[in-house]
């Protein structure tokens, strides 16, 4: 069985859940009743009910890509570049009815979507930003560090309810855009003016006369080494 989940509300019923694998409800729809406490139960129209105890983990995901470490991921923002960003669902008594995912940029204050509205058993979405911003009339992306947001039909302050999604806010990546090829031909050496020439045309004839004087030092005091040795 599998209907789509509710919105829940402390002391609220509300009708049409879909429920996890491992849970189980008789009957040919499902409620959700949350408590006031934390506590919520799903119930068919017969006599079996599945109850969430408080003491269940709130529901949410687990980043699978990319792979989470210590360092920011770098994409660019080119044709045929698309982004896959991946994840587990957790710790859930009952699917989301449905998934929104964006890309917060703290730097301009813009909120990107992510693909379309996925459904709530989703577990990946592929991103394409060259294509979105060949849309008419969608704000650029901006080279920037962005946040992934990934939250359910009740939006991104739905947090710590038992057995139920928990909006995401943990996945720093950051976006730039490739500078455009240069013909050699076309080509100028900022520093190259003529100081610098000046130098790259003295250089060879230092390093010779720096181990010319080397060579002299060392060949000399071979010569004194052997004229002490001598008496």
């Known amino acids: 069985m599998a209907v789509p989940p509710p919105q829940v509300t402390p002391s609220a019923t509300v009708a049409s859940a879909?429920?996890?694998?491992?849970?189980?409800?008789?009957?040919?729809?499902a409620s959700v009743t949350a408590g006031a406490t934390g506590g919520a139960s799903i119930s068919g129209n017969s006599s079996s009910t599945l109850s969430i105890p408080q003491t269940a983990a709130a529901g949410g995901i687990l980043m699978t890509q990319p792979p989470q470490t210590a360092t920011v991921s770098f994409y660019k923002i080119a044709p045929s570049n698309p982004i896959t960003f991946g994840w587990n669902l957790?710790?859930?008594?009952?699917?989301?009815?449905?998934?929104?995912?964006?890309?917060?940029?703290?730097?301009?204050?813009?909120?990107?979507?992510?693909?379309?509205?996925?459904?709530g058993t989703a577990t990946q979405v592929v991103w394409d930003p060259w294509a979105y911003e060949q849309s008419p009339g969608v704000q650029q992306l901006a080279?920037?560090?962005?946040?992934?947001?990934?939250?359910?039909?009740?939006g991104p302050t739905a947090l710590g309810t038992p057995g139920m999604?928990?909006?995401?806010?943990?996945?720093?990546?950051?976006?730039?855009?490739?500078?455009?090829?240069?013909?050699?031909?076309?080509?100028?050496?900022?520093?190259?003016?003529?100081?610098?020439?000046?130098v790259v045309v003295i250089q060879?004839?230092?390093?010779?006369?720096?181990?010319?004087?080397?060579?002299?030092?060392l060949s000399?005091?071979?010569?004194?080494?052997?004229?002490?040795?001598?008496?």
């Open 143 to 154: 080279q920037e560090t962005y946040t992934l947001h990934i939250n359910d039909e009740r």
């Open 18 to 29: 879909s429920v996890a694998p491992g849970s189980s409800v008789s009957g040919a729809t």
């Open 204 to 217: 060879p004839g230092f390093i010779a006369l720096l181990v010319t004087t080397v060579v002299m030092f």
């Open 220 to 231: 000399g005091w071979s010569v004194i080494r052997r004229g002490l040795a001598a008496h």
């Open 90 to 119: 957790t710790s859930l008594y009952v699917y989301p009815s449905s998934l929104t995912v964006s890309a917060v940029c703290t730097a301009n204050g813009f909120t990107y979507p992510v693909g379309s509205i996925l459904p």
């Open 165 to 198: 999604f928990s909006a995401y806010s943990g996945l720093k990546f950051a976006l730039y855009k490739p500078g455009s090829a240069t013909p050699l031909s076309d080509w100028q050496c900022a520093g190259c003016g003529t100081n610098a020439a000046y």
